[in-house]
């Protein structure tokens, strides 16, 4: 290595120690300032580096920056011998800015590969290329792989068509548009005026129709099982809900109705009139306009419908997961065929 005004060129061999043909490279690093040029020596392929030492490949320079301005360039020479014996290699010359920069010089040592002269029969000439026997213990396992692959891909495909042949349960959820509580009380009543049914004198069917007509609506407006209730328990109920004056009328034509349908009692036209006043002002101020008016209807599926979607849903997984497992294994085969052939 030499250093002169801040330039340093150094040779470094890989090994100092190698066999009869083998390679070994040559390390050439120079040190200068950023901005200048450098002329390292160059080689032809087998070129001699010195009398038994040839030159069998240059690398391109490759150059790192370090600090203070300074730049590294480094080459390698690859280099090979085929006499047993040490060699010595003179410095290298690079120039840098038209001076001559030497390396130190470097020593390699060439060793030879030892011959047993006094057994000539224990070497055998070179042998044609053989075929590798048959061993049942490297394909035993592709071959039951195999076999499990096709096993799998066959049950896979029976678990497809049973799939197949057992038809999906649709289920469609019907979505239907209703009145509001009030509304449909409201019609009921208006038909009633319209048959005439208090005019006719039928007053049981009358006020069956009219109680009939209050009941569902409380329940369907306030989601009392008023139908199955007695007067007295619908009567119960609204105190819960709504104030005393409501359902003091209410009272009076519960109890009007259960006279007429149970005691035979006879009203005047003008009470049947009053009475299904009440009703149709009950429902006015009480009815609710921010209720919903969809309502969705989903079938109730059979204990047969419900075994045969689980069956559906086990059968999906069951193809699932023997085609997966098939697929694997057989890429588990392949790959291992391909490295027994060595294709």
Request: aromatic fraction near 8%; proline fraction near 4%; charge should be neutral.
């Amino acid at each position: 290595m030499q250093a002169t005004a801040q330039v340093t060129v150094e040779a470094k061999l890989d090994s100092v120690t190698i066999l009869i043909g083998e390679q070994t490279g040559i390390q050439l690093s120079v040190t200068m300032k950023e901005g200048q040029e450098a002329q390292f020596p160059a080689f032809n392929p087998r070129q001699e580096l010195t009398p038994g030492v040839e030159v069998l490949e240059t690398t391109d320079c490759d150059t790192t920056h370090l600090n203070n301005g300074m730049v590294r360039l480094a080459r390698k020479y690859t280099i090979t011998s085929f006499d047993d014996t040490l060699y010595y290699i003179p410095p290298f010359n690079v120039k840098v800015g038209g001076k001559d920069y030497k390396s130190r010089n470097l020593a390699l040592k060439v060793l030879t590969v030892e011959v047993d002269t006094l057994h000539p029969n224990q070497f055998f000439p070179p042998k044609a290329v053989q075929d590798n026997p048959f061993l049942w213990e490297e394909w035993e396992k592709p071959f039951w792989f195999s076999l499990l692959a096709i096993l799998l891909a066959a049950l896979a495909y029976y678990l497809f068509v049973r799939l197949k042949d057992n038809k999906p349960i649709v289920s469609r959820i019907r979505v239907i548009r209703k009145m509001l509580p009030h509304q449909k009380a409201m019609k009921e009543i208006e038909r009633i005026k319209a048959e005439g049914i208090a005019q006719a004198g039928d007053q049981k069917v009358y006020y069956t129709r009219l109680t009939d007509t209050l009941r569902t609506y409380m329940q369907e407006r306030f989601g009392i099982n008023a139908m199955e209730m007695t007067s007295g328990e619908i009567i119960e109920q609204l105190k819960k809900v709504e104030d005393q004056s409501k359902y003091d009328e209410l009272r009076l034509l519960l109890e009007t109705a259960d006279l007429v349908k149970f005691a035979k009692y006879s009203t005047m036209l003008n009470e049947n009139d009053r009475d299904m006043a009440s009703v149709v002002e009950f429902i006015q101020t009480t009815k609710k306009e921010d209720m919903p008016t969809i309502e969705k209807i989903k079938p109730k599926l059979s204990e047969s419908d419900i075994r045969n979607k689980r069956a559906r849903v086990v059968l999906k997984t069951a193809v699932a997961a023997t085609t997966i497992a098939a697929a694997a294994i057989l890429a588990w085969v392949v790959w291992t065929l391909w490295n027994l052939i060595g294709i």
